[in-house]
């Protein structure tokens, strides 16, 4: 049993809240507290590979107090990847990510993983887009490629020597992305997933993927690590998957015993990426991503691909609970959760860790804060214009450049013909990771 996070991180504050102080068990690890820093793609990696800035940014984030940072989404195959530049859990790739775990150790927070096969976002990278079923992808105008068995095989396969490769890297914890329209959610799709063979019709059909995934990387990596998913409560789309399909799926999983908690979440980044980020659509700072000549069409798809959804604090709370009540698995409470007593209150009706992303995004250290005493909410207003920062180094458009955690500024360039200020950071500049939509590598 590893056990190294540690429990307590150097006697801080002690006027506050309790729950934000006590340790938190995750499957084999305790982590010094119940929350989780959830995965925000960094938009960091070169090559591939992690850089300085994408360690500093993790080493930042675990300063700020949390249980545990994530690091966001790593391919387990190349084609596995959702954009250009994101990081493949190739042999390669293990010195970079066990200089990172081991520098979010000395901060005394556990460092996770996230793995996952993109499945048909990869579209957006220039691959055919490994699919359940032929489908359209309209963000890449092209059709997605029904997958076969050895392709499934190899995706199984590619999923437990990531796992090992993050065992050896020294992370505490697996989280494998069983959701927003990737490869397993997509399985798990009634919509998406329209095969007649056993990977589709029944819901253990659907399920059998995620299901396989998850118990050979458990034989692979047995408990050394804390192994967890992130897994949809609903797509958010007509057809796609709901709550009536997806409860009995979290039972699948609950009875395989091959987790260690469920991280709750919904939406597709292939059908729907609004509903899971709610908040205002940032439309217009979107297409400002995409070449001038696209921009027009970008905008004209997304006023219907990025439907907007209003923000509510714990705005999957009322799912989560259905969760909560009929899977018997620790579950992790996510989406949109930006107060202290939110936090307080889904500890104390059995939720066992609670994850942010954009209020750790805006405030890094909020958990200090709020272990200091001062237990003001998270300063996020979910504009969402975090997320086309993506491509060139992810960050809070709030945040001043030169207090961006982990980014060390060291110039700023004049690049393209129309002059886009770049960020180089101390790593070298991270690679440009826009989708080459539509659909060019
Ligand atoms: C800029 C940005 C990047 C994200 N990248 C990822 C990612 O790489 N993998 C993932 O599963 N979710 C990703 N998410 C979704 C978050 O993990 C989380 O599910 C979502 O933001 C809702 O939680 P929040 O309200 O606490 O931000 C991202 C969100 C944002 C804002
Ligand atoms: S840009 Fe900042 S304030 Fe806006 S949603 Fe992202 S983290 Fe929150």
Redesign the pocket.
């Known amino acids: 049993m590893r056990d190294r996070a540690g429990a307590g991180d150097g006697g801080l504050v002690t006027s506050a809240q309790t729950s934000v102080l006590a340790p938190a068990p995750l499957g084999p690890v305790t982590l010094r507290n119940p929350i989780v820093k959830?995965?925000?793609?960094e938009g960091l990696a070169h090559r591939g590979l992690v850089t300085d800035a994408l360690v500093d940014y993790h080493e930042a984030v675990a300063s700020g107090g949390v249980g545990m940072t994530t690091l966001?989404?790593c391919a387990v195959s190349d084609d596995g990847r959702g954009a250009p530049g994101e990081i493949v859990v190739s042999d390669d790739a293990v010195p970079g990510l066990a200089r990172l775990a081991e520098v979010v150790h000395r901060q005394g927070a556990a460092a996770s993983i996230?793995l996952g096969h993109a499945g048909p976002v990869a579209t957006g990278t220039g691959h055919k887009g490994l699919a359940p079923s032929r489908v359209f992808a309209p963000q890449a105008m092209r059709y997605t490629r029904a997958a076969t068995d050895d392709d499934l095989n190899r995706v199984v396969q590619a999923f437990v020597d990531a796992a090992r490769r993050s065992v050896d890297a020294g992370f505490d914890a697996l989280e494998l992305?069983f959701?927003?329209g990737y490869l397993i959610s997509a399985f798990l799709s009634p919509k998406l997933n329209r095969r007649s063979d056993r990977w589709g019709g029944t819901v253990e059909n659907r399920a059998r993927l995620a299901r396989q995934v998850a118990s050979e990387v458990r034989a692979a990596v047995q408990n050394h690590v804390a192994v967890i998913a992130?897994f949809n409560m609903a797509d958010g789309v007509p057809g796609g998957l709901w709550l009536d399909e997806s409860l009995a799926i979290g039972q699948l999983l609950a009875s395989d015993g091959t987790l260690d908690a469920l991280e709750l979440?919904g939406g597709s980044s292939f059908e729907n990426p609004m509903y899971?980020?709610?908040g205002e659509a940032p439309i217009a700072e979107m297409a400002e991503t995409f070449p001038r000549a696209l921009r027009p069409a970008f905008k004209l798809t997304a006023k219907r691909f990025m439907r907007e959804y209003p923000f509510e604090e714990a705005y999957f709370l009322p799912y989560a609970r259905q969760f909560r009540d009929a899977v018997s698995m620790p579950m992790i409470l996510?989406?949109?959760?930006n107060r202290l007593d939110t936090v307080e209150r889904a500890l104390g009706e059995g939720f066992a860790l609670v994850?942010?992303?954009?209020?750790l995004?805006r405030e890094p250290d909020l958990v200090r804060r709020w272990q200091s005493g001062d237990a003001g909410d998270g300063r996020c207003v979910h504009c969402?214009k975090?997320?086309p920062?993506?491509y060139r180094g992810?960050h809070c458009v709030l945040v001043p450049a030169d207090q961006r955690p982990g980014v060390r500024v060291r110039a700023r360039v004049r690049s393209g013909r129309g002059g886009r200020e770049a960020a180089l950071t101390e790593g070298g500049p991270v690679d440009d990771q826009r989708p080459r939509w539509p659909g060019r590598r």
């Open positions: 959830a995965a925000t793609f966001a989404y996230q992305h959701g927003h992130k979440t899971l980020f709610r996510l989406g949109g959760v994850a942010m992303g954009r209020a995004l969402n975090c997320m920062t993506i992810t």
